[in-house]
């Protein structure tokens, strides 16, 4: 992760609004079950990696019954939004919010069930380290499980992707299916599985854009601006092709420790 601010106040209230409140990445609290299908987090340690405001760090509680979740971002406003968020919903005990520097995971090796992150990996670039650090950390018998943005292929962007991705400026380190396998491969990870997101975030993509264009704009605009939105309906209409095309391809996906 890095270390730039990025979600304030107001850009935690217009994605909550978009995908839920609390949440934001897309799909609710059923795509974080797609994610963890199968994985049991019953009493389980859990490391949520870049929770941000929080939604998915309480779910993992509330929903999963994980038995104690840390949750790290980079950004203060989330960090607090999901302390409160934690606090209000009565987990306080359970859940701890850290605010972090870019670097080494803050828990001793061999120390967690799960390692968690929903769409947030993407701002680390070296996927590589992050899978090293993800096994340095777990149990063995432990479970890696993730999902987010991949880009389909190795090399360059294709010019509407490289648009895209300039528009969102968020720091956006997109990595292919494969190197995300070899990266759990190399660090050492079994049973891996990658699923393929794609088909799902086609309709999800072109829902979003109607949203923020048709009758809830009055809604957003009043959250974040009219300019704002505007800037949000500019990226939404460069990445509906990319994810059309394949080329932006959601993953979900998992490895184990021996």
Sequence with gaps: MTGEIHYDDGVIAF?????????LSPGGPEEVARVLDGIDLAGKTVLDIGSGSGGITVDLVRRHGAGRVIGIDVEPDVCRAARERAEKAGFADRIEIREVSPGPFPM?????DIVFSKDSIIHIPDKEWLAREAFRVLKPGGWFVASDWLISHDGAPSPEMAAYIRLEDLDFA????GRYRKALEAAGFTDIRLVNRNPWYREQARAELARLTGPDRAKFEALI???AVADQIRTWTAMVPVVESGEHCPHHFRGRKP
């Design 15 to 23: 994605l909550g609004e978009l995908w839920g409140d609390g949440y």
């Design 108 to 112: 001793p090796d061999a120390s967690l």
């Design 174 to 177: 997109m990595a292919s299916p």
């Design 225 to 227: 601006g009219a300019g």
